[in-house]
Every structure is written in structure tokens, then in C-alpha cells.
């Protein structure tokens, strides 16, 4: 069965440092990678994804993600972090044509000034 | 402006009561979906359509029921056999089910039961 795991609940940045918010999956096909975003009490909003091509997709907002094929991730960065940027954010995979999209548990980020 | 719309934005239910909670998409999107989010649970995929007249159970469809009798609405109903309903509801579309289109998202419906 196909999952996706986001192995921290809480991330903590530094205006203007990098951040990394992680993802792995795991799919017996080709997956398909999603990241979204949210705000409190909000609907997700979609950031970028992952169909096929080069390993490193630029998204909404100045945020890329890495797709690592022998690593199962597909990790999400950005070269300076906003304060602006704190919120809830989703890795998602969809294995193939037909699947589901099932979401990870979240990552909450803080960007402290 | 496009996009999919969720009402009310806030729900309270009594004990035993049957309620309804809306979405409509004017996106012309064919795949609908619902999902329910707890707190560290991530999103939990409840029901979903492909096409008009048709749905599936997704992994958590106990207790709740759905329709799809129009392309632009799949509304939600949460029975009283619904344990713990008491969550944040997000419905979603997409341009079709599967394959890489990303799916939109209404602002959500915060269920209470009191």
C-alpha cells in the first residue's frame, strides 16, 4: 500500500536561514509527489509537484523540492525562510494513474525573526 | 472567480443528529473528494467521485454518507453513527481522478458536536 511519512512535527527556522521540511514515501509504482500548504483554519493550498522530469521542481512562493528516487524522498526547501512562511505543510503521493492521493501527518514550521 | 466553495465554515451538532455539510466547484473538475483533519493525524481520505452518480468509500467512510447528483456539488452528510465527528472537513476537486493533477481545496467546514 502506498503512504507517505513526514518524520518531523515541527520544524524551527531563522528568518533569511534555508529550510528543509522532509518527506518519504513509499509506492510500488511511479509516484506522483505533492506539496501543499495551510494556514489556520484554512483549506490546503497547492505549492508545487512532482510528475516526471528533473529531480528539482521550483514552486509557488519561492519553494523547490528534490524527488530522490533511490531515497524515497522528496523534500521540501527553500533557500531563505519569510516569517511570513509559518504554517502546516503536506507531502502527498498519488502512485500512478489510478491511486489515491493520501497526505502525510504534517510538519508545522516556525519562522522565528 | 473559480474555485470550490465549502459552507457553513462552522458546525455545531447535537447528540444523535444527522447533519450536512456543502461543496460546491464551478471549476468543472469531474473528481471530487472529502477528507476529515484531526490534529496530528494529518488528512484522511472519507469518500470520493469520479464521475457524476458515482462514488467510493475512502478509508474512513463509517458513519458518514455522500452524494453526486450534479458535477459541481458533493455534499457531505455526517450521521449519528459517527462516533467522533467532531473535526476540521475539507472538500477537494480536481480536473480528473489519479494521474498528476493536483487537487483544489475549499477553506473547510470546523465541526463541533456539543
Known amino acids: 500500500a502506498q503512504s507517505v511519512a513526514q518524520p518531523e512535527d515541527q520544524v524551527n527556522v531563522a528568518e533569511g536561514n534555508p529550510l528543509t521540511v522532509k518527506c518519504t514515501y513509499s509506492v510500488s509504482g511511479n509516484p506522483y509527489l505533492f506539496w501543499y500548504v495551510q494556514y489556520p483554519n484554512r483549506g490546503l493550498q497547492f505549492l508545487l509537484k512532482y510528475i516526471t522530469g528533473d529531480n528539482l521542481v521550483k514552486g509557488s512562493y519561492g519553494f523547490e523540492a528534490e524527488f530522490n528516487k533511490s531515497q524515497t524522498s522528496f523534500h521540501l526547501k527553500k533557500p531563505s525562510a519569510l516569517v511570513s512562511d509559518s504554517a502546516l505543510y503536506f507531502c502527498?503521493?498519488?502512485?500512478?494513474?489510478?491511486?489515491?492521493?493520501?497526505f502525510g501527518q504534517g510538519t508545522e514550521l516556525s519562522v522565528k525573526p | 472567480d473559480g474555485g470550490i466553495t465549502q459552507s457553513p465554515k462552522y458546525l455545531f451538532r447535537k447528540e444523535g443528529q444527522n447533519v450536512t455539510l456543502s461543496c460546491e466547484q464551478n471549476l468543472n473538475h469531474d473528481a471530487m473528494y472529502w477528507y476529515r483533519q484531526d490534529p496530528g493525524q494529518g488528512l484522511r481520505l472519507i469518500y470520493y467521485s469520479q464521475i457524476v452518480n458515482d462514488f467510493q468509500k475512502g478509508d474512513i467512510a463509517e458513519g458518514y454518507s455522500v452524494s453526486r447528483e450534479k458535477k459541481e456539488s458533493f455534499p457531505l452528510t455526517v450521521t449519528s453513527a459517527q462516533k467522533n465527528p467532531t473535526a476540521f472537513y475539507l472538500c477537494?476537486?480536481?480536473?480528473?481522478?489519479?494521474?498528476?493533477?493536483?487537487?483544489?481545496f475549499g477553506q473547510g467546514t470546523r465541526l463541533t458536536v456539543v
Open positions: 502527498a503521493v498519488r502512485e500512478g494513474r489510478g491511486g489515491k492521493l493520501i
Open positions: 477537494a476537486s480536481s480536473l480528473q481522478q489519479g494521474g498528476w493533477t493536483e487537487a483544489f
